[in-house]
């Protein structure tokens, strides 16, 4: 059995929406009691997930309401790619080849849209991300091609390379 196949049965991970496998690994206790309108729901005031994405699969560009930590585990280096909240492109390499500009962790800031995509050439990135406050499916907007265009023409080519719908 390859070690991709480890970590998935090891880690029970199962298909993740935006792409890939996950397994959520910790929900703290407490909550933040809220009545912003950001969060009109009380939140944990952090999760974590394992995420392994292979190399014929890609994460679907999303957005949450909170700040999410990417951190390095194993596999093959990642990318990270978002479109920030004034319409730039920013990627960022999350691997071990720290020498030539890849990094172990990676903050995507809320409300930034972002996806990810093994980089070329590798078969799997195994990582961790942490979000705060703590993630909900709530706070989850999967984007829409076709309305991405309109809000972003100059990124069409990735747009259409990290959406499914």
Request: with cysteine; net charge negative.
């Amino acid at each position: 059995m390859s070690l991709k196949q480890q970590l998935i049965s090891k880690f029970q991970l199962l298909p993740h929406p935006e792409g890939g496998y996950y397994r959520e690994t910790y929900r703290s206790v407490e909550v933040i009691e809220t009545a912003s309108k950001e969060f009109p729901h009380q939140r944990n005031y952090s999760t974590a997930i394992y995420f392994l994405i292979e190399k014929d699969n890609f994460s679907a560009l999303h957005r949450i309401k909170s700040d999410e930590l990417w951190h390095f585990y194993e596999g093959d280096a990642l990318e990270v790619i978002e479109i920030d909240l004034k319409g730039n492109l920013i990627r960022t390499q999350v691997g071990r080849d720290v020498a030539n500009g890849q990094q172990y962790q990676y903050m995507v800031k809320a409300g930034h849209w972002f996806g990810s995509r093994v980089l070329n050439g590798g078969e799997y990135s195994f990582v961790g991300c942490t979000v705060s406050p703590g993630f909900d499916f709530n706070d989850f907007e999967m984007a829409k091609r076709d309305e991405l265009f309109k809000s972003f023409p100059q990124h069409k080519d990735i747009i259409s390379e990290l959406t499914r719908v």
